[in-house]
């Protein structure tokens, strides 16, 4: 079982929609993190939050809005996607950011299809 | 800016048979090194990871990986390869100073035949 709890599994959403993905940790972690992963390619870092502070933005377009309301969760605004954003969007967190010994922990996914 | 090169697309093995699977990194120091693998329909769980010592490290599930600095390497390795192990394997390599955010490789799909 994951300790990195992600919801929806799976969303199908139009063009026009506005939906939101969640992800959750309860590990006391203080790092959260958003990457996208399309089929068949490695994980691609989109934002990092340490201490619920948005530290990195991978250059990742407007229409992606990121949100940390606590150091428990992670959300990812979602608002005029592009069939091309359609992926599996993963979070992840670690203790922390700045640490070597900080591996990340990954949830299980949002799978987005953009139609 | 670090990198990672897994030469691999695809490795298929018989089950009960040895497994080495190739990463090489770049980078101008010794960096972070870690193995994770991806079930289908799944997140990516760490296998194993090297920061500094022992060159030869021991994972979850039986796996092991050895840092090879003369050569750029940190090849995964398994004795004995079960059904359950057929998945998708990345090797991430993150700097030594700095964030530590690893940076992965496009993956190896391992098949294993019964």
């Known amino acids: 079982d994951t300790e990195v709890t992600q919801t929806p599994k799976h969303l199908v959403m139009g063009m026009t929609n506005k939906k939101s993905l969640k992800c959750e940790q309860h590990?006391?972690?203080?790092?959260m993190y958003w990457y996208k992963q399309k089929a068949k390619k490695p994980p691609e870092l989109m934002f990092v939050y340490s201490y619920e502070k948005l530290s990195i933005n991978e250059s990742v377009p407007s229409r992606f809005s990121p949100e940390c309301p606590n150091s428990s969760l992670l959300n990812l605004h979602l608002h005029a996607l592009q069939p091309e954003d359609s992926a599996l969007y993963l979070c992840?967190?670690?203790?922390?950011?700045?640490?070597?010994?900080?591996?990340?922990?990954f949830g299980n996914g949002t799978r987005l299809t953009v139609t | 800016a670090q990198s990672v090169t897994q030469p691999d697309i695809h490795i298929t093995v018989s089950e009960g048979a040895s497994l080495e699977l190739r990463c090489n990194y770049s980078?101008?120091?010794?960096?972070?090194l870690f193995w994770y693998v991806q079930s289908p329909g799944q997140g990516l769980q760490l296998l194993l990871k090297y920061f500094s010592g022992d060159t030869l490290v021991q994972g979850i599930k039986g796996f092991e990986a050895e840092f090879k600095r003369s050569q750029s390497s940190f090849n995964l390795r398994k004795p004995s390869v079960h059904w359950s192990d057929a998945a998708e394997y990345f090797c991430?390599?993150?700097?030594?100073?700095?964030?530590?955010?690893?940076?992965f490789g496009r993956g190896t799909s391992l098949i294993v035949h019964p």
């Open positions: 991430a390599v993150a700097p030594s100073g700095g964030s530590y955010i690893p940076t």
């Open positions: 590990m006391g972690h203080r790092a």
């Open positions: 992840a967190s670690s203790q922390d950011s700045g640490s070597y010994n900080s591996p990340l922990h």
């Open positions: 980078y101008g120091a010794t960096p972070y």
